[in-house]
């Protein structure tokens, strides 16, 4: 054969180097980890592992929920709507126009209590179909210029309530100028009765989101006027009816603390409310109620927890019991586990 001769492609090939194949090659590395071969628990879901563990959730969720519809059962609740009774009936064809009028605006409620309320009793303003999620709205605030008294002008995401005659507004935005302002007063058989309104917010707004040197300015000082005022003696930090509204709520439907009744009230007291109906929910058809709760371990009434826990303690113990009859009436045989992969020997 001639010297000259050039080489085959098949000899070419199989002279190539091997490891030049191997870093070409799309195969992973092989580890334990990416083969899945790691140690781990792997139970074997026999009837009686099954049932016990449909058992055991039953036996404590039931009891979790039986105690926590017990305990929302056991809070005193009384809820009184008064937006629209509030209005005189010659002006009820009219109510936005009413609520935007100048002049007196008190109304006497007497709400009879239905059981025996220990204190506190907290006291709540409910407003239905108020969006406070929206995004335009929930955006409109400054957060540094609640915290700082340097940062007075960083107003840059309060429009339009970022500016009054050129200064700036403290504390601006929306959320802000849309402040609630009805008010109530409680008296029982004559008598005042006392409402703190101290530590009605979170401690951890009043010493961190909001500052101790921050102080109102030029607030509701514009030409049209969205809700209650602020006493710009008193920092921020200190007034506590801001600081609840401005943690906004996330569905149209929400309560928020007003103060607390430091007294007890007994079964079929009848307690006299005189409120002020200053604050606008008639532009979008919104409600207002007054709120008056106890409150247990749990916190407020609302028995979704209970229900929750019960039905899930129902369903599994429903199963369980499904379970077993069926093992008792038509067992099946179970295959030898020895001969599962993990179980065999290496050798």
């Given at each position: 054969m001639d010297s000259n001769t050039p080489p085959s492609s098949s000899a070419a090939a199989g002279s190539a180097d091997p490891s030049a194949a191997r870093r070409n090659s799309k195969r992973p590395k092989y580890s334990r980890f990416t083969q899945q071969e790691l140690p781990a628990c792997k139970p074997i879901l026999t009837p009686g592992w099954v049932i016990s563990s449909f058992m055991l959730v039953s036996i404590v969720f039931i009891p979790i929920g039986v105690a926590s519809l017990l305990a929302s059962h056991n809070v005193v609740e009384i809820v009184?709507?008064?937006?629209?009774?509030?209005?005189?009936?010659?002006?009820?064809?009219?109510?936005?126009?009413?609520?935007?009028?100048?002049?007196?605006?008190?109304?006497?409620?007497?709400?009879?209590?239905?059981?025996?309320?220990?204190?506190?009793?907290?006291?709540?303003?409910?407003?239905?179909?108020?969006?406070?999620?929206?995004?335009?709205?929930?955006?409109?605030?400054?957060?540094?210029?609640?915290?700082?008294?340097?940062?007075?002008?960083?107003?840059?995401?309060?429009?339009?309530?970022?500016?009054?005659?050129?200064?700036?507004?403290?504390?601006?935005?929306?959320?802000?100028?849309?402040?609630?302002n009805d008010t109530y007063d409680f008296s029982r058989n004559g008598q005042q009765l006392s409402l703190n309104k101290k530590g009605i917010?979170?401690?951890?707004?009043?010493?961190?989101?909001?500052?101790?040197?921050?102080?109102?300015?030029?607030?509701?000082?514009?030409?049209?006027?969205?809700?209650?005022?602020?006493?710009?003696?008193?920092?921020?930090?200190?007034?506590?009816?801001?600081?609840?509204?401005?943690r906004t709520a996330a569905l149209p439907t929400f309560r928020k603390l007003y103060g607390k009744i430091e007294d007890d009230l007994q079964a079929n007291d009848v307690i006299m409310v005189t409120l002020e109906n200053r604050y606008n929910t008639y532009s979008f058809n919104g409600k207002k109620k007054l709120v008056l709760s106890t409150a247990s371990w749990l916190g407020g009434k609302n028995d979704f927890l209970g229900i929750a826990y019960l039905t899930v303690g129902g369903l599994c113990l429903f199963l369980a019991m499904v379970f077993?009859?069926?093992?008792?009436?038509?067992?099946?045989?179970?295959?030898?586990?020895?001969?599962?992969?993990?179980?065999?020997?290496?050798?």
């Amino acid at each position: 054969m001639d010297s000259n001769t050039p080489p085959s492609s098949s000899a070419a090939a199989g002279s190539a180097d091997p490891s030049a194949a191997r870093r070409n090659s799309k195969r992973p590395k092989y580890s334990r980890f990416t083969q899945q071969e790691l140690p781990a628990c792997k139970p074997i879901l026999t009837p009686g592992w099954v049932i016990s563990s449909f058992m055991l959730v039953s036996i404590v969720f039931i009891p979790i929920g039986v105690a926590s519809l017990l305990a929302s059962h056991n809070v005193v609740e009384i809820v009184d709507r008064y937006d629209t009774v509030c209005i005189p009936e010659s002006a009820r064809n009219d109510k936005v126009n009413y609520i935007q009028s100048p002049g007196d605006k008190t109304c006497t409620r007497n709400i009879t209590v239905t059981k025996h309320m220990k204190k506190p009793i907290y006291v709540y303003y409910q407003l239905d179909n108020f969006y406070q999620n929206h995004r335009r709205y929930v955006k409109s605030r400054s957060d540094a210029q609640l915290r700082s008294n340097g940062s007075a002008d960083d107003v840059s995401s309060c429009e339009p309530e970022d500016k009054s005659n050129g200064q700036p507004i403290v504390p601006c935005g929306l959320i802000a100028w849309s402040l609630f302002n009805d008010t109530y007063d409680f008296s029982r058989n004559g008598q005042q009765l006392s409402l703190n309104k101290k530590g009605i917010s979170w401690k951890s707004d009043r010493e961190h989101k909001f500052g101790k040197n921050v102080f109102p300015r030029n607030f509701q000082n514009g030409s049209l006027i969205g809700g209650g005022s602020l006493n710009s003696s008193l920092p921020l930090s200190e007034q506590e009816d801001l600081i609840v509204w401005m943690r906004t709520a996330a569905l149209p439907t929400f309560r928020k603390l007003y103060g607390k009744i430091e007294d007890d009230l007994q079964a079929n007291d009848v307690i006299m409310v005189t409120l002020e109906n200053r604050y606008n929910t008639y532009s979008f058809n919104g409600k207002k109620k007054l709120v008056l709760s106890t409150a247990s371990w749990l916190g407020g009434k609302n028995d979704f927890l209970g229900i929750a826990y019960l039905t899930v303690g129902g369903l599994c113990l429903f199963l369980a019991m499904v379970f077993t009859i069926l093992y008792l009436v038509k067992p099946r045989q179970l295959g030898d586990p020895s001969y599962l992969s993990w179980n065999r020997n290496p050798g």
